[in-house]
């Protein structure tokens, strides 16, 4: 039996303890001076609430919709390649805590076991996220393989057409097999163009997600060519150096879509505060990187279990004190700008683990 964590602090020092130093950097280092990685939790430090009160909030529920179906929170298990390197089994846990707990995984293209061993492991609610590495032929057969393994939607990351320099990982000496310095196929990833969305929107019907835009204007370009999924991130800070942080260029992306298209977002979400900000903004679902793979270094699948079950209760708590009983009756009233109080970092939304 995996120790009983009460708090989210507890299940990060005990992946802390689990993890080994190339692993655990890896996980959670960004690029270069890691300025984007501390931007992502500055801007969600920097959005405080306004609570109302007297409002009857005995029943709160923090269900909400994926893509049309019904998840227990609006959240997701991101796109994380090498989660094989913070548990047994890498993406197959991952897919049995998402199915265990209610909530949607996707898949990362680089990650083990692969896509037919991930959706056989579990029937977690799933969709498919790729990285290029050969021809629209080639793009075409994965969207086919996807299909048929029961992903419901696929996904273009987009914001890798370099890869960056991951300082920790190269003194480390933890390079990825992917992230050599020229993996066979990574020059069509540099070739990315919006032909390659167009072809897919001609040729597929399976809902499309466009990870990775950080702009309005490539924002409506995305909605332009019919994509479903506007997903705002940076990577977690793994790419682009000195970007902004993602819930800071979550408002101009929302202005920009306009109903026309869902609009998700990730980077540095480690709270149900965080989380609760971002669907009072507007975004439908948040996608979890970092806090999914510590529950995982943590205890394994339980450990994600545990980590999704606290992180429901700080929702719904969250919501409570703000007055609302549904994640529907959010908007951005309930939200302050208010200046950061503490300095930002990967893991500053736990500041009890320095202790
Ligand atoms: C270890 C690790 C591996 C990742 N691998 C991928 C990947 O294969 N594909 C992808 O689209 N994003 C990948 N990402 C980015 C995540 O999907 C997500 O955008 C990011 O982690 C969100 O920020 P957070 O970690 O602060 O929650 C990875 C992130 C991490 C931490």
Same mark, same amino acid.
């Given at each position: 039996?995996?120790?009983?964590?009460?708090?989210?602090?507890?299940?990060?020092?005990?992946?802390?303890?689990?993890?080994?130093?190339?692993?655990?950097?890896?996980?959670?280092?960004?690029?270069?001076?890691?300025? @984007?990685? #501390? #931007?992502?939790?500055?801007?969600?430090?920097?959005?405080?609430?306004?609570?109302?009160?007297?409002?009857?909030?005995?029943?709160?529920?923090?269900?909400?919709?994926?893509?049309?179906?019904?998840?227990?929170?609006?959240?997701?298990?991101?796109?994380?390649?090498?989660?094989?390197?913070?548990?047994?089994?890498?993406?197959?846990?991952?897919?049995?805590?998402?199915?265990?707990?209610?909530?949607?995984?996707?898949?990362?293209?680089?990650?083990?076991?692969?896509?037919?061993?991930?959706?056989?492991?579990?029937?977690?609610?799933?969709?498919?996220?790729?990285?290029?590495?050969?021809?629209?032929?080639?793009?075409?057969?994965?969207?086919?393989?996807?299909?048929?393994?029961?992903?419901?939607?696929?996904?273009?990351?987009?914001?890798?057409?370099?890869?960056? #320099?991951?300082?920790?990982?190269?003194?480390?000496?933890?390079?990825?097999?992917?992230?050599? @310095?020229?993996?066979?196929?990574?020059?069509?990833?540099?070739?990315?163009?919006?032909?390659?969305?167009?072809?897919?929107?001609?040729?597929?019907?399976?809902?499309?997600?466009?990870?990775?835009?950080?702009?309005?204007? $490539?924002?409506?370009?995305?909605?332009?060519?019919?994509?479903?999924?506007?997903?705002?991130?940076?990577?977690?800070?793994?790419?682009? $150096?000195?970007?902004?942080?993602?819930?800071?260029?979550?408002?101009?992306?929302?202005?920009?879509?306009?109903?026309?298209?869902?609009?998700?977002? $990730?980077?540095?979400?480690?709270?149900?505060? $965080?989380?609760?900000?971002?669907?009072?903004?507007?975004?439908?679902?948040?996608?979890?990187?970092?806090?999914?793979?510590?529950?995982?270094?943590?205890?394994?699948?339980?450990?994600?279990? #545990?980590?999704?079950?606290?992180?429901?209760?700080?929702?719904?708590?969250?919501?409570?004190?703000?007055?609302?009983?549904?994640?529907?009756?959010?908007?951005?009233?309930?939200?302050?700008?208010?200046?950061?109080?503490?300095?930002?970092?990967?893991?500053?939304?736990?500041?009890?683990?320095?202790?």
């Amino acid at each position: 039996m995996p120790p009983e964590f009460l708090t989210l602090q507890e299940i990060v020092a005990a992946a802390r303890a689990n993890l080994a130093p190339g692993p655990w950097n890896y996980l959670i280092g960004g690029a270069e001076t890691e300025t @984007t990685v #501390r #931007r992502n939790r500055q801007a969600l430090d920097s959005i405080a609430f306004r609570p109302r009160v007297l409002r009857d909030v005995s029943q709160v529920n923090t269900s909400a919709q994926f893509l049309g179906k019904p998840v227990r929170l609006p959240v997701l298990l991101a796109p994380i390649g090498g989660m094989e390197s913070f548990v047994e089994g890498g993406a197959a846990g991952a897919a049995r805590a998402a199915a265990q707990f209610g909530v949607p995984q996707m898949l990362s293209s680089v990650c083990q076991p692969g896509l037919e061993a991930t959706a056989a492991a579990a029937d977690a609610l799933r969709c498919y996220q790729l990285y290029v590495r050969g021809d629209d032929a080639w793009i075409d057969d994965h969207v086919r393989r996807a299909r048929d393994h029961g992903y419901t939607a696929f996904c273009l990351t987009v914001d890798v057409a370099m890869y960056s #320099r991951r300082e920790r990982d190269m003194i480390g000496g933890f390079v990825k097999a992917w992230r050599a @310095t020229a993996p066979a196929g990574s020059h069509y990833q540099s070739g990315l163009s919006w032909d390659q969305v167009k072809h897919f929107k001609d040729k597929h019907r399976m809902p499309l997600i466009i990870k990775g835009i950080a702009t309005a204007e $490539d924002a409506e370009i995305a909605v332009q060519h019919g994509v479903e999924v506007v997903y705002v991130s940076n990577h977690g800070g793994r790419q682009l $150096d000195h970007g902004l942080g993602s819930i800071a260029v979550l408002p101009e992306i929302l202005k920009a879509v306009a109903g026309r298209a869902e609009v998700w977002v $990730d980077g540095g979400f480690m709270r149900g505060t $965080d989380v609760v900000k971002a669907i009072a903004l507007g975004a439908t679902t948040v996608g979890l990187g970092r806090l999914a793979c510590l529950g995982l270094g943590a205890a394994g699948v339980p450990g994600l279990v #545990r980590a999704l079950e606290i992180l429901e209760d700080e929702i719904r708590i969250c919501l409570g004190l703000l007055g609302v009983t549904s994640l529907a009756e959010l908007s951005p009233k309930i939200l302050a700008a208010a200046a950061p109080v503490a300095s930002p970092g990967t893991l500053s939304a736990f500041p009890l683990l320095g202790e």
